[in-house]
């Protein structure tokens, strides 16, 4: 699994970050960033919850095929 955030869309909410704070952080520029680019399959439940709950819908997963 692959995180991408879409940062034209991003308004640094932090629903990502409240949701998933190992693999986001919404940083002094008032967007969201990565943390973990490729999180542990582990974490996949709580980022594709943050990827539904972001408000501006700016966070994508793109899946490896495995």
């Known amino acids: 699994m692959r995180v991408v955030i879409d940062e034209t869309m991003c308004e640094g909410n932090a629903v990502c970050m409240q949701v998933a704070p190992e693999v986001f952080v919404v940083r002094d520029d008032d967007r969201a960033h990565l943390l973990i680019e490729q999180p542990p399959e582990a974490l996949r439940e709580r980022v594709?919850?943050?990827?539904?709950?972001?408000?501006?819908?700016?966070?994508?997963?793109e899946d490896d095929g495995k």
């Open 48 to 61: 594709l919850l943050a990827v539904r709950r972001c408000p501006r819908q700016a966070i994508a997963v």
